[in-house]
């Protein structure tokens, strides 16, 4: 078992900046990829960043490229989402999740386990 616990949602406004972390504990950290996945209100869950479990190879969806920063540190057990230029649109709630395999996957059903989540919401 993994137990992941997220951090660092809250208000902003459009154009601020948000770091989210999330803290995993049970199993080694770094025998897992990590991502980070979003959901809206009315909205599926969307994929948005992933790292791979030795650090240095990132993924990530286009709507954030460029915006965010997937990053870990394994002697911490935490993986981080730096999210910069927020827009209204990045508005949901932020769910960061582990796999034991390839990191290189947008699909929210191959990440076996899941923390609570933590609401970011931008304000216009």
């Known amino acids: 078992q993994v137990q992941l616990v997220e951090s660092g949602g809250g208000l902003v406004q459009a154009g601020g900046s948000l770091r989210l972390s999330c803290a995993a504990s049970?199993?080694?950290?770094?025998?897992?990829?990590m991502g980070w996945f979003r959901q809206a209100p009315g909205k599926e869950r969307e994929f948005v960043a992933a790292i791979r479990r030795s650090a240095g190879s990132t993924y990530y969806a286009d709507s954030v490229k460029g915006r965010f920063t997937i990053s870990r540190d394994n002697a911490k057990n935490t993986v981080y989402l730096q999210m910069n230029s927020l827009k209204f649109e990045d508005t949901a709630v932020y769910y960061c999740?582990?796999?034991?395999?390839?990191?290189?996957?947008?699909?929210?059903?191959?990440?076996?386990?899941w923390g609570q989540g933590t609401q970011v919401t931008v304000s216009p």
């Open positions: 049970g199993r080694t950290f770094s025998d897992y990829a």
């Open positions: 999740a582990a796999k034991t395999d390839y990191y290189r996957d947008y699909r929210p059903y191959e990440y076996r386990y």
